[in-house]
């Protein structure tokens, strides 16, 4: 059974990140209409560098064992390779992103890993009794990713750009194997000025919130 | 632009709802707990009575429960394992070797496997169907039903079982 004060932190987490959805779409229905700059190519803050601090939490799973969901700390930097973009009549353009995050799972009750073995009877193959598990425990972990992915924004407004991640990320478990993650997510920026942004991002493998630094 | 935001706000607004709607196993007494995809995964149960079911795996698949617990495996690259206490039904499926522990009780059924091993407690019952190997130790009275070729029963350590019928195997009397 999942432990009351765990259970409501994640409730908490998850609340939490709700209403920062909420908040955002709210204020972006509102005020986006009148101003909008997406058919207006090159409207939007100069910048060749993002750096972007920031907060994470995921719902899914770490990728090589369950898990339960996880949080951490990472930051991102982007590049700006297109400042046209993709499309000639839309305010877009397209950047190259980069990370570090670290994400810590605490583990699943009762999912996990085996600490504790018995036998049972011999059969061919298996001289000895076959290894039967008689004891779990669950396996808190963390990971380290490195997300390499093209960020393709859209910038809808003078405060107020999405975009779009595709991409990948090598992972690894302390303490234990290397591998590549796919990366996926949608974001979207309130920008205070035109230095500095709130950016919520959401997909996988993590959720982020964060303030981005426009260089 | 209003749909442009129209359709953005309805994506935010569904993926916000998953997060909020994300189930979680839950491996206690009376529940079901389920783990499937991944290279291995071993299931517990805080307490008695769960329903347990690890399948589509990789390398290895486990549970482990006290008492009064259901258990599938099934469709495990290499073994599955299942431990119990008393009164469980268990059910090994579809993978190369089953290896199970449990106490008294015990219903399992072994099937489509190549190797079933299995240690059961008094009163027990036993069924393997197309199995290569079906290997039983009975601690106690038992039934084992095991029509194939490769029935290796025993009553004890060592004590070959009683061939009450043809494919009908029992420790304690038929």
């Known amino acids: 059974m999942v432990a009351p004060a ?15 959805c909420f908040v955002l779409i709210g204020s972006a229905s509102r005020r ?53 973009g993709f ?11 980069f990370g570090l995050d670290w994400i810590h799972y605490d583990g699943l009750r009762g999912r996990g890993y085996c600490q504790g073995w018995a036998y049972s009877p011999a059969t061919p193959g298996y001289p000895d009794g076959v290894p ?9 972990s963390s990971y380290v990713f490195v997300p390499v992915v093209m ?10 750009s999405v975009f779009g991640e595709p991409g990948l990320a090598l992972s690894h478990r302390s303490g234990g194997d290397f591998g590549v993650s796919p990366v996926f997510a949608a974001g979207g920026r309130f920008h205070f000025n035109d230095s500095v942004a709130l950016t919520l991002r959401l997909g996988y493998p993590s959720f982020s919130l964060g303030v981005s630094f426009l260089f | 632009m209003r749909r442009v935001l129209a359709a953005l706000g309805f994506f935010l607004i569904c993926l916000c709802c998953s997060i909020g709607c994300t189930s979680g196993d839950n491996c206690s007494s009376g529940n079901h707990c389920e783990c499937s995809g991944g290279d291995q995964c071993f299931l517990g149960c805080d307490g008695d009575g769960c329903d347990q079911s690890c399948h589509n795996m990789g390398t290895l698949c486990g549970t482990t429960c006290g008492d009064d617990c259901r258990s599938q495996c099934h469709d495990v690259g290499t073994t599955c394992s299942q431990s119990c206490g008393s009164r469980c039904g268990l059910e090994c499926s579809h993978v190369p070797t089953c290896g199970v522990l449990c106490g008294d009780n015990c219903l399992l059924k072994c099937h489509d496997t190549s190797a079933c091993s299995a ?6 019952e036993v069924t393997c169907t197309s199995v290569d190997t079906c290997r039983v130790k009975c601690t106690g009275s038992c039934i084992v039903h095991c029509a194939d070729t490769g029935c290796n029963i025993t009553c004890g ?18």
């Open chain 2, 157 to 174: 350590e060592t004590a070959p079982a009683t061939e009450c019928e043809h494919g009908r195997y029992a420790c304690g009397g038929c």
């Open chain 2, 119 to 124: 240690q059961v407690g008094p009163n027990s």
């Open chain 1, 32 to 84: 986006a209409h009148a101003q909008s700059s997406i058919r207006v190519p090159g409207q939007r803050p100069g910048y060749s560098f993002e750096l972007e601090p920031h907060v994470l939490f995921t719902p899914f799973e770490a990728p090589d064992n369950p898990s339960g969901d996880g949080y951490g700390l990472g930051v991102r930097g982007t590049l700006e390779l297109l400042p046209e």
């Open chain 1, 151 to 160: 960020q393709w924004n859209f910038w809808l407004h003078r405060n107020w």
């Open chain 1, 132 to 140: 039967v598990c008689v004891e779990t425990s669950a396996h808190s």
């Open chain 1, 87 to 97: 499309i000639p009549k839309l305010n877009d353009s397209v950047g190259l992103g």
């Open chain 1, 6 to 20: 765990s259970s409501f932190r994640v409730f908490f987490r998850r609340a939490l990140l709700t209403l920062a």
